[in-house]
């Protein structure tokens, strides 16, 4: 089993709907939850991190976390096209231990 | 400085040469990652400096592969004997402790011919 997996869709979503992006995990140890946004080119750049269970909300953005079910989510409410790019889930296993991405899933927001 | 620095921006070097890639990080930023990303594939980890020590270098992908962090400030990662199968954008994310967020870089691309 891969450390951190997401769909690497493509994801196609209207303007204005909501996006849902999914990340599961395999260490049950891993403490901070990460998803950043890649543009073509580009470097990452966060987007939101997540400690805690439960939902935490920024803007257009809520991040869910699952501790239990070892899953972590982003919501992306009134998706627009500039919201199309690749999304990485990145997870910290543990203290001194690597921040592990997943392979991303690539978001088409469709005006 | 406003961000973390890397350089060169672009490498081309033969097949055989040693190349030296650097990361200037934001200033008191204790994390440090080197990671690389081939075209229109994932980030692959490469080693995390904590200060001037590596706690996790299992990324490397060989012994060619070899980094180093002074002054709990600039790192350089070496590739020597460089193979075209490294070329790649090397990028460089520093945090302010080992699970805060990361910032990057702009990367490094590598073209090895």
């Known amino acids: 089993q891969k450390e951190v997996e997401q769909n690497s869709g493509p994801l196609s979503v209207p303007e204005g709907a909501i996006a849902s992006l999914n990340c599961t995990y395999s260490?049950?140890?891993?403490?901070?939850f990460f998803w950043y946004r890649q543009y073509s080119g580009k470097s990452p750049e966060l987007i939101m991190f997540?400690?805690?269970?439960g939902d935490k909300e920024d803007g257009r953005f809520t991040a869910q976390l699952n501790k239990a079910s070892q899953y972590v989510s982003l919501l992306i409410r009134d998706s627009q096209p500039s919201d199309s790019a690749t999304y990485l889930c990145?997870?910290?296993?543990?203290?001194?231990?690597?921040?592990?991405f997943g392979k991303g899933t690539t978001l088409s927001v469709s005006s | 400085g406003a961000g973390v620095s890397q350089s060169p921006s672009n490498k081309v070097t033969e097949k055989g040469k040693d190349v030296e890639l650097r990361c200037d990080p934001i200033?008191?930023?204790?994390?440090l990652y080197w990671y690389r990303q081939s075209l229109g594939q994932g980030l692959e980890f490469l080693i995390y400096?904590?200060?001037?020590?590596?706690?996790?270098k299992s990324g490397l992908p060989s012994d060619r592969f070899s980094a180093e962090r002074t002054g709990g400030s600039v790192s350089t990662l070496t590739i020597q004997r460089t193979q075209q199968e490294d070329s790649a954008v090397y990028l460089c994310?520093?945090?302010?402790?080992?699970?805060?967020?990361?910032?990057f870089g702009n990367g490094t691309r590598l073209t090895v011919t």
């Open positions: 990145a997870v910290n296993r543990q203290a001194g231990t690597a921040l592990i």
């Open positions: 260490d049950r140890g891993s403490q901070s």
């Open positions: 997540i400690y805690s269970n």
């Open positions: 200033s008191g930023h204790t994390a």
């Open positions: 400096f904590q200060g001037n020590s590596a706690p996790d």
């Open positions: 994310a520093t945090g302010q402790y080992y699970n805060s967020p990361l910032h």
